[in-house]
């Protein structure tokens, strides 16, 4: 009888134990930890590195240049010379204003001896007064022509100097637009020199997000190639009107730093952002539709378990997701998966992954 009572208890315990539903297996899910989001993106933009000042630069008297004596991205200290004009006319006018000189002075010699000689007359009484006033007129007439041919060759000296092109500050050579052997006028743009020591980004933003911009903007500004080097910055002009074209407005940024890597010319990359208030979003796969109603997973860091939460979307894109509530900053959610999971499942999942 004994061992039939225990066949008996063995076969009500195997009964019982085939009846208990077997543990939900350990799922694998992607998950992201949550971060709030305080700042909002309004838009990233490419640019350059420009100098705040730049002149165009050209010859004050016109000709045919002789030579060009830099490239550009040359840096130039004041006074080099930059490009040269053939100097021959501007020579035979210096000669010619130099030879009206020494004529001018020779009369005035003659003028000077003439008019002592009628006042020496003129006082021992036999020089008549007339005589005397025509030789002292002759002679302010002559010393006024002396002054006059004096200031012919001064000005035609200056014309011979300007057939040189100088710079008189500190600069960068950044663009040439003439060339030896080309004939320019008096005044016409031949160099352009940019001050390096202010840079300043230069972008073109939408002529609808210029409008719309906060007081508060926030302007991240970083080298295109290295995108460590970088900045921010803030608007010191944008320009009035937009261009016909393309519907933008050139704006120039006030950088709060200039590292070294940001030379002239620089491709960079421009952030806009605004303060916001704190909000979530998640990747639109860690949305679950059930009953009406959205929810999310969380998980449970220490047991490895997850459990559903409601939450009220605010907004979506193709691929996101924003909050409202639901959900606090630095919990992690299921990414991925959110479909075949069940309330206190245990999951397994990388608890390096953002």
């Known amino acids: 009888m004994k061992p039939i009572?225990?066949?008996?208890?063995g076969l009500v315990l195997s009964a019982c134990?085939?009846?208990e539903p077997p543990p939900a297996p350990v799922r694998p899910v992607l998950s992201i930890k949550v971060e709030a989001l305080s700042e909002e993106g309004l838009g990233r933009f490419a640019g350059n590195?420009?100098?705040?000042?730049?002149?165009?630069?050209g010859f004050r008297v016109g000709g045919r240049i002789a030579s060009r004596n830099v490239d550009v991205g040359t840096e130039v200290e004041p006074g080099t010379l930059l490009a040269t004009l053939d100097p021959t006319d501007q020579q035979n006018q210096l000669?010619?204003?130099?030879g009206d000189l020494a004529k001018i002075q020779a009369q005035l010699i003659n003028a000077k001896a003439s008019a002592l000689r009628q006042q020496a007359l003129f006082d021992r009484g036999v020089g008549a007064q007339a005589h005397l006033d025509?030789?002292?007129t002759d002679l302010k007439t002559t010393q006024a022509s002396l002054d006059q041919a004096r200031a012919a060759v001064d000005q035609a000296r200056d014309q011979l100097a300007y057939t040189e092109l100088r710079n008189d500050h500190k600069a960068v050579v950044t663009a040439?637009?003439?060339?030896?052997g080309q004939v320019v006028q008096a005044g016409q743009q031949v160099v352009t020199l940019a001050q390096p020591d202010i840079k300043e980004a230069v972008i073109d933003l939408p002529n609808t997000l210029v409008d719309q911009l906060p007081k508060d903007v926030v302007f991240q500004v970083?080298?295109?190639?290295?995108?460590?080097?970088n900045t921010t910055a803030t608007i010191r002009e944008i320009e009035p009107q937009a261009q016909s074209a393309t519907r933008t407005r050139r704006a120039r940024l006030t950088l709060a730093e200039s590292p070294p890597g940001f030379r002239l010319g620089t491709a960079i990359s421009v952030t806009l952002s605004s303060a916001i208030k704190p909000k979530i979003e998640l990747p639109l796969t860690a949305l679950q539709e059930v009953d009406g109603k959205t929810r999310i997973w969380v998980i449970d860091p220490q047991n490895k378990t997850v459990a559903p939460r409601d939450v009220e979307v605010l907004s979506r894109t193709d691929s996101t997701v924003v909050l409202a509530d639901g959900v606090k900053n630095g919990e992690r959610v299921v990414s991925a998966g959110v479909n075949s999971l069940k309330p206190g499942q245990t999951v397994k999942f990388d608890e390096d992954s953002q």
Do not use: G
């Open 95 to 98: 000669r010619s204003a130099q």
């Open 17 to 19: 134990s085939k009846n």
């Open 5 to 9: 009572w225990a066949l008996s208890i």
């Open 134 to 136: 025509a030789a002292q």
């Open 49 to 57: 590195i420009q100098a705040r000042y730049e002149s165009n630069t």
């Open 222 to 229: 970083a080298a295109q190639l290295d995108p460590k080097t």
């Open 176 to 180: 040439w637009n003439a060339e030896a």
